[in-house]
């Protein structure tokens, strides 16, 4: 994790800004009821109240009594999957946000949990914390899993278990209509002015395209702005030819402006691990409980009965996909954690 300012969310070594555009607020504690989720059918409402954050959907999951049949027994004993969301003070869209009700955890983490839940044929009782409290409640054991952004690192796998859920994307955003398109190498970006976040990992990753560019003779010029709309509207503009930044910050941006004469798009995305490691999104339970395997293999089935793409693409992060959940997957080295 790195020092970030309050804006900012955090995942690794870099930071994830939050969108300051957008106003929200945060209860302490919110549960899958008030998501209209927990039907007697066993659907799942994903982007209830998200307010233009997701396009509303209702899902239908079947639960697996094997995979239930595997959970650890406290947790099948509860009835209940009580799911992470370190989200407090403000949230970040699209991820995790109080909704347009002033009351529903909303957002793509927390209605993942609340699928999940289903799938393992328990209640989802959704929880918000600050991002320390978040690990502390897993450690303690009043969290049983954590759905908040959490990049697998090798330091964190020495204290938890994780289920991946989602690739670990930056995105080069663009204007709508620009010839730019970025795939993953730098020397496209030769000859532009790129904006970025100063102290982050997008700001590491990109200094190193610019000095590695300078080698050859050519430039690259990165940008700073004082706040997120600032650079948006640099974007916007033409003031700049693109933004690195967190993938899905630049999504719920793009979803904002869709349509309109401001609209802007992804060119690209890069691993916010850098070059050599795609960064995996997981799930995160307390090191040796036993609930990683059958919260896996929940993913896994969501996967592959369609509801996992559904679910992505209601929030705009198809582009963040993987094929299959892994069990502790590589994470980042201790080196860069």
Known sequence: MSTTTPARWRTR??????????????????????????????????????????????????????????????????????????????????????????????????????????????????????????????????????LSNITVTEQRKEKYDFASYRQDNLALQVAKGSSLHFDGVPSVLAGKTIATDSGTNQEKILLGWKADLEKQGKTLTVKYYPDANAKLLAVQSGKVDGYLGPNPTIAYQNKQDAGTAKATVTAGTYSGAGAHLQGLIAATTKKGNGLAKPVQGAIDELIQDGTYAKWLHAYNLSNEAVQQSELNPEGLPLSAS
């Open 13 to 146: 070594a870099g930071a994830l800004v939050l969108a300051t555009g957008v106003v929200v607020a945060l209860a302490g504690c919110a549960t899958g009821a008030a998501a209209g989720t927990g039907a007697s059918d066993g659907s799942v409402t994903i982007g209830a109240a998200s307010n233009g954050a997701a396009t509303e959907t209702k899902l239908a999951v079947a639960e697996d009594p094997k995979l239930h049949d595997a959970l650890p027994a406290d947790v099948a004993r509860s009835g209940k999957l009580v799911i992470g969301v370190g989200a407090l003070p403000s949230g970040y869209p699209p991820l995790a946000f109080t909704g347009s009700d002033q009351k529903t955890l909303t957002g793509s983490e927390p209605d993942l949990g609340r699928l999940v839940a289903a799938k393992l044929g328990l209640e989802p009782a959704v929880k918000n914390a600050t991002w320390d409290n978040l690990f502390v409640g897993i450690d303690g054991g009043s969290i049983d899993v954590g």
